[in-house]
């Protein structure tokens, strides 16, 4: 069976400062990565997948294989980046359901 | 375009009871899967329908059910409730056609509280 990881549940950093949310998965096939982030008072909402190797508020992914890791980073973080973020897995295949790790909460501190 | 909703958005039922949840998806989204979000748990997927028919159920009892209707809305049942249920019910929709582009769409949810 698959599963997510996520070793940080809470995560401050200062603003400009780098942010990584680390994120590792565990499935025997060629999984689909995605990062979700809820803010607050709003539902949760798609931040970026893998496959399409594009950034999204400054936000980048990388899937790493080897390490079977999918880190989340930002070089500047910004205040309106505190958030709930979920690093999700889709097996390969026709399966359609996500995988949830257990969320990290970033707070980004003026 | 209008997002997925769901109703009701909040629910007090007592242990015993039965409650039904429904979802109406993205207009075209012929998907609609369910998940559990509890603290202890965090997000659990509980089933996915397509065209009024299950596709993948999570690990969850026979207690909890679904189904999907023609027009793709989706209702969700749960039998017999316990506290362990108390839950954020969340309902998404993606457009099962653009496979490529996959991408789930969620709802505000249902906080269901049994008491």
Same mark, same amino acid.
């Given at each position: 069976a698959?599963?997510?990881?996520?070793?940080?549940?809470?995560?401050?950093?200062?603003?400009?400062?780098?942010?990584?949310?680390?994120?590792?998965?565990?499935?025997?096939?060629?999984?689909?990565?995605?990062?979700?982030?809820?803010?607050?008072?709003?539902?949760?909402?798609?931040?970026?997948?893998?496959?399409?190797?594009?950034?999204?508020?400054g936000f980048t992914a990388d899937l790493n294989k080897g390490e079977t890791s999918f880190h989340l980073k930002k070089p500047f973080a910004q205040e309106e980046d505190s958030a709930m973020y979920y690093c999700a897995l889709r097996r390969s295949g026709s399966a359609r359901q996500l995988t949830f790790g257990s969320g990290t909460q970033l707070t980004v501190l003026p | 375009k209008a997002g997925v909703t769901q109703t009701p958005r909040y629910l007090i039922k007592t242990r015993g009871q039965q409650v039904t949840l429904s979802c109406s998806p993205i207009s075209g989204h012929r998907s609609v899967s369910w998940y559990q979000?509890?603290?202890? !748990? %965090?997000?659990?997927?509980?089933? *996915?329908?397509?065209?009024?028919t299950q596709?993948?159920?999570?690990?969850?009892?026979?207690?909890?059910?679904?189904?999907?209707?023609?027009?793709?809305?989706? *209702?969700?049942?749960?039998?017999?409730?316990?506290? %362990? @249920?108390?839950?954020?019910?969340?309902?998404?929709?993606?457009?099962?056609?653009? @496979?490529?582009?996959?991408? !789930?769409?969620?709802?505000?949810?249902?906080?269901?509280?049994?008491t």
């Open positions: 698959q599963r997510v990881t996520q070793p940080e549940k809470l995560l401050s950093v200062f603003k400009g400062a780098p942010v990584e949310l680390k994120c590792n998965y565990s499935y025997s096939g060629s999984p689909e990565l995605f990062w979700y982030v809820q803010y607050s008072r709003q539902r949760l909402q798609l931040l970026l997948r893998h496959i399409s190797r594009e950034s999204i508020k | 979000q509890t603290p202890g !748990q %965090g997000l659990q997927f509980l089933f *996915e329908y397509f065209s009024e596709r993948n159920k999570g690990n969850f009892p026979g207690r909890f059910s679904g189904r999907q209707f023609s027009n793709s809305r989706s *209702e969700m049942n749960v039998s017999t409730l316990e506290l %362990g @249920d108390s839950a954020l019910y969340l309902c998404a929709s993606a457009n099962y056609l653009r @496979d490529s582009a996959y991408e !789930q769409y969620f709802g505000p949810g249902t906080r269901l509280t049994v």
